[in-house]
């Protein structure tokens, strides 16, 4: 505020009537000027405590924050009522949110995630990166799943991103049955396997799912039960999977695989064969780590739909058998 010349934080503009000698006021200054004004002051809690001082202020802060404020971060302010008045001046802009969580931080998330509810009617993406220390922690709260609830009640939410979530948390995802895109980044190896499956039960309305199986690798061998509840998945991604499955699943519906291995892999030729058998509708292939013999290609090119091919582990001696002109198919990586 200083950087205005003035020591006060324009407090003393609320109800100020205005000027009676005859020349323009500094309520009369035109949208230009105030917007001059506002970006003089760079950090936001400064331009919100002059949208505070007066309803002018609050409707050309509230023009500037629409333009700047699709995507939010929790930690970009650090108090609910600055987060709750910045949120009713552009809260119907908000589009997708990231909230990095522990449980040091449930005091300030959950309120956090109840103004998004109430003021964020278009947010459609949500990212929750969970945190756990491995120092000393607060008492374990009675209800590691209340983030989940908080999540559900964002009424447009369809896009959801969870990294390093517990049991706790992944048991909750049955209720959410509005999900078009769904991105586990981590499975946490406490799960059983039956609720592992219980997860997707009500995820009909899926179209992109993201698996990260961290070091719960074995876990993917379970891939195939889920086929089923999944009618109208378009894009599957596997990363940190175990290379030895054999199985993808019946996903009729998908057009787009993708697999990534963190180091540099082989898999197996009966994984070639299923994707075969079970994807007649599969037209783009990413192999990202994923090494190719030259025996397995003609099982790649045995996809009747395949339209582009992504592979930086493709055998050179193998290019010429791409069909270019038949089939489209894009160069593979080398």
């Given at each position: ?78 108090s609910i009522p600055d987060w709750e008045f910045l949120l009713q001046l552009c809260g119907s802009e908000v589009s997708r949110c990231e909230v990095p969580h522990g449980r040091w931080d449930e005091p300030f998330t959950y309120p956090f995630l109840m103004l998004l509810g109430r003021h964020c009617p278009n947010l459609r993406q949500a990212v929750i ?136 892999a082989e898999v197996n030729n009966d994984f070639y064969r299923s994707v075969v058998k079970s994807t007649g509708n599969l037209q783009k292939l990413q192999l990202i780590s994923v090494r190719v013999r030259g025996d ?39």
């Amino acid at each position: 505020m200083d950087k205005l010349g003035f020591g006060c934080p324009f407090s003393f503009l609320a109800g100020k009537p205005r000027s009676t000698s005859g020349g323009p006021g500094f309520l009369d200054l035109n949208y230009d000027c105030y917007l001059e004004i506002f970006s003089y002051l760079n950090a936001l809690e400064d331009q919100l405590n002059l949208g505070r001082t007066h309803p002018l202020f609050r409707v050309v802060l509230a023009d500037i924050l629409r333009t700047r404020y699709e995507k939010v971060n929790v930690r970009l302010l650090k108090s609910i009522p600055d987060w709750e008045f910045l949120l009713q001046l552009c809260g119907s802009e908000v589009s997708r949110c990231e909230v990095p969580h522990g449980r040091w931080d449930e005091p300030f998330t959950y309120p956090f995630l109840m103004l998004l509810g109430r003021h964020c009617p278009n947010l459609r993406q949500a990212v929750i990166i969970f945190m756990h220390a491995v120092t000393e922690t607060p008492p374990e709260s009675g209800d590691r799943g209340h983030i989940m609830q908080l999540l559900l009640g964002l009424p447009r939410l369809t896009n959801l991103t969870l990294i390093d979530a517990r049991s706790a948390q992944l048991c909750q995802l049955r209720h959410f049955s509005n999900l078009e895109a769904l991105d586990l980044d981590g499975i946490d190896p406490n799960l059983s396997n039956a609720s592992f499956q219980q997860i997707f039960e009500n995820m009909v309305c899926l179209k992109r799912l993201l698996l990260n199986f961290g070091r719960d690798r074995m876990r993917s061998h379970q891939l195939p039960l889920l086929a089923d509840k999944f009618p109208n998945l378009d894009h599957l991604t596997l990363e940190n999977f175990d290379v030895g499955f054999s199985k993808l699943g019946e996903f009729k519906a998908l057009r787009s695989l993708r697999l990534i291995s963190r180091w540099i892999a082989e898999v197996n030729n009966d994984f070639y064969r299923s994707v075969v058998k079970s994807t007649g509708n599969l037209q783009k292939l990413q192999l990202i780590s994923v090494r190719v013999r030259g025996d397995q290609v003609h099982h790649i090119l045995a996809i009747s739909r395949l339209t582009a091919l992504d592979c930086d582990n493709w055998p050179a001696q193998s290019v010429a058998q791409l069909d270019w002109e038949n089939a489209g198919r894009c160069l593979p990586r080398m």
